[in-house]
């Protein structure tokens, strides 16, 4: 289920949309589209509509368009929320991640392509790299990775607070 699942994510959840990317979903963000373009394009290609305006949220859900209101500001809390709410996995794999900037496809680089494109020091320190396809941006796994891993951490137990507090009160996730 997870590998279908597609987003859009308005202009006030660029945080969010970098997130998800990071975790291997497509996921188109644009601080310039409308909303009418966006639901048109969450409805053309069968995404979710991520937002935290009340009125696009309400527009899409009357339109037919599978969309979630995002209320917390905390994106731990934010991505604990959508795990519960439609099972993104709350867990980097470097063979699926895209790349936070664009949401192009990542492709392994050998290190001996990258001179003149990263420091040397970086060079010396990493043995596995990836560029994306569509912007050139090179990543490497380093302290970033560990840290967001203990912020996937966080918000794993954030995800069984708020279902432990859902089951407490009979409450359905969705």
């Known amino acids: 289920m997870n590998k279908e699942l597609k987003f859009i994510v308005n202009g006030m959840l660029g945080h969010v949309a970098k997130w998800l990317r990071v975790l291997g979903y497509d996921t188109i963000y644009s601080t310039e589209m409308d909303d009418r373009t966006l639901i048109q394009r969450a409805e053309v290609d069968s995404r979710i509509v991520l937002t935290s305006d009340r009125q696009l949220y309400n527009i899409a859900t009357r339109s037919g368009v599978r969309s979630i ?47 003149g494109r990263v420091p040397i020091s970086i060079l010396e320190n990493h043995s596995v790299f990836f560029e994306c396809k569509c912007c050139g941006k090179v990543y490497w796994p380093g302290s970033h990775l560990r840290n967001m891993s203990h912020l996937l951490n966080r918000a794993e137990r954030i995800k069984r607070k708020m279902l432990n507090n859902l089951k407490e009160r009979g409450d359905n996730i969705v």
């Open 69 to 115: 209101l995002i209320e917390e500001a905390d994106i731990e809390h934010i991505l604990a929320f959508l795990s519960l709410r439609v099972g993104i996995r709350l867990k980097i794999d470097l063979t699926k991640t895209r790349c936070p900037r664009c949401g192009g496809l990542l492709t392994r680089i050998p290190k001996k392509n990258l001179k």
